[in-house]
T-cell receptor, first 111, second 115 residues
Framework: QKEVEQNSGPLSVPEGAIASLNCTYSDRVSQSFFWYRQYSGKSPELIMS????GDKEDGRFTAQLNKASQYVSLLIRDSQPSDSATYLC???????????FGGGTRLMVKP | GAGVSQTPSNKVTEKGKYVELRCDPISGHTALYWYRQSLGQGPEFLIYFQGTGAADDSGLPNDRFFAVRPEGSVSTLKIQRTERGDSAVYLCASSPGPGGTYGYTFGSGTRLTVV
């Protein structure tokens, strides 16, 4: 089992809809979780971090964490074509000194 | 600097040649990471530094790969006897402390093509 798993997609949603991106992880002791956005041909950019169970909202983005189920998700409300990118989930490894990344989910928002 | 700087942005080299990739982290960031990313894949860990020392080099694929950070700031990833399978985007990232707590800031990457 991979340490961090994501559906590779593509996930296609119409403009204005809610996009839901999911990630599962194997290390039960992980304490912090990160979402990165990566546009085609560019490097990953940190967009959200979450440390506690529940929801964390930042503008149109909401991260949701369920440590018991080892599941973290990212919701994007009012999706825009500019949100079209690959979204990478990252989980701490090596006693929290580094991050392990999932394979990413490619999101396509259609006008 | 304001961000993580990587040079060169693109490198084309012939199979068997030696290459060096450079990373200049955000000023004051003590942790520095190297990852490799192939098309359609997530970043794959290579090595990380805490200060001048390599704290974990378990991701280096073989002994052709080596990295240094002699003064605790700029790092160089060195690849000897390059192979076509080494072609990928090499990403450098830095963090003010443990990356699992703070997250990383990535540089723009070096696209390495071995022909």
């Amino acid at each position: 089992q991979k340490e961090v798993e994501q559906n590779s997609g593509p996930l296609s949603v119409p403009e204005g809809a809610i996009a839901s991106l999911n990630c599962t992880y194997s290390d039960r002791v992980s304490q912090s979780f990160f979402w990165y956005r990566q546009y085609s041909g560019k490097s990953p950019e940190l967009i959200m971090s979450i440390y506690s169970n529940g929801d964390k909202e930042d503008g149109r983005f909401t991260a949701q964490l369920n440590k018991a189920s080892q599941y973290v998700s990212l919701l994007i409300r009012d999706s825009q074509p500019s949100d079209s990118a690959t979204y990478l989930c990252a989980v701490p490894a090596n006693a929290g000194n580094m991050l392990t990344f999932g394979g990413g989910t490619r999101l396509m928002v259609k006008p | 600097g304001a961000g993580v700087s990587q040079t060169p942005s693109n490198k084309v080299t012939e199979k068997g040649k030696y290459v060096e990739l450079r990373c200049d982290p955000i000023s004051g960031h003590t942790a520095l990471y190297w990852y490799r990313q192939s098309l359609g894949q997530g970043p794959e860990f290579l090595i990380y530094f805490q200060g001048t020392g390599a704290a974990d080099d378990s991701g280096l694929p073989n002994d052709r790969f080596f990295a240094v950070r002699p003064e605790g700031s700029v790092s160089t990833l060195k690849i000897q006897r390059t192979e076509r399978g080494d072609s990928a985007v090499y990403l450098c990232a830095s963090s003010p402390g443990p990356g699992g707590t703070y997250g990383y800031t990535f540089g723009s990457g070096t696209r390495l093509t071995v022909v």
